[in-house]
């Protein structure tokens, strides 16, 4: 296991007890990430991109130049930065519960002339998307959201007419990610999207340690 491999698994460790809490029916917990700096050297780690595959991944949402996306839990901007040069004509709006991670994320931005990518601070039950979104992405952070039919359901709003939702999170058998008794398995994730009001659109299996599914609203 490699040094990014490590350091995951140690951030998704720390976060257990968030997620039990979850489970539960309660608010998690949220751990803060005071040094944004330092976690950008994990979670933008090239190393990451070997399992991550980020390029085949916003290949795969196939999103038109000028669509609208978020990006919920978007931490330093792995994939905010990304999707950004994806849609050149539209705009990014990552959204995050540190407000350490949104500052980084807006220097970013300005640093790489990316002037349609923005972060925001979002609350624990609501993104606080500032408009309707083409497609919400949500990498690595399904298994942190409490109540998520909840959340999810609120999140229909916030879709423009043909929007989706990505989901990628890890597999069973992962060799990282959270404890195993933390990890949601897909089958159960489309039940859970089912009960927001979703159907499975999509599903992509070139992700080595994680699933990728993607749902649009229920007709």
């Known amino acids: 296991m490699n040094r990014l491999l490590v350091l995951l698994a140690a951030l998704a460790t720390s976060l257990a007890a968030s997620l ?20 950008a050297q994990v979670f933008d780690d090239p190393a990451r991109d070997q399992w991550q595959k980020p390029d085949q991944v ?3 949402l196939a ?7 978020a990006d919920i839990g978007s931490g330093t901007g792995y994939f905010s930065v990304r999707l950004a040069r994806a849609v050149p004509q539209g705009k990014v709006y990552g959204a995050d519960l540190e407000p350490d991670m949104v500052k980084y994320l807006n220097a970013r931005a ?3 002339a990316l002037s ?6 979002a609350a624990a039950d609501d993104p606080k998307l500032p ?8 990498v690595d952070t399904y298994h942190h959201i ?19 939702v990505a989901i990628i999170d890890f597999k069973l058998d992962s060799p990282t990610g959270p404890p195993a008794s933390g990890r949601i398995a ?16 999509a599903a992509h299996d070139f992700l080595p340690n994680q699933y990728f599914l993607v749902f649009a609203p229920a007709p």
């Open 20 to 39: 039990a809490l979850a489970q539960h029916g309660h608010q998690p917990m949220h751990r803060h990430f005071s040094d944004a700096e330092r976690w």
């Open 58 to 60: 916003v290949a795969a």
């Open 63 to 69: 999103l038109a130049p000028d669509a609208r996306v």
């Open 110 to 112: 300005q640093k790489h």
């Open 116 to 121: 349609n990518l923005s972060a925001h601070v």
């Open 131 to 138: 408009e309707p979104v083409d497609l919400v992405l949500v």
């Open 146 to 164: 409490g109540a998520r039919a909840d959340y999810f359901g609120k999140l229909r709003a916030s879709l423009r007419p043909g929007g989706r």
């Open 186 to 201: 897909p089958d159960a994730v489309e039940q859970e999207m089912a009960q927001a009001g979703y159907r499975r659109i």
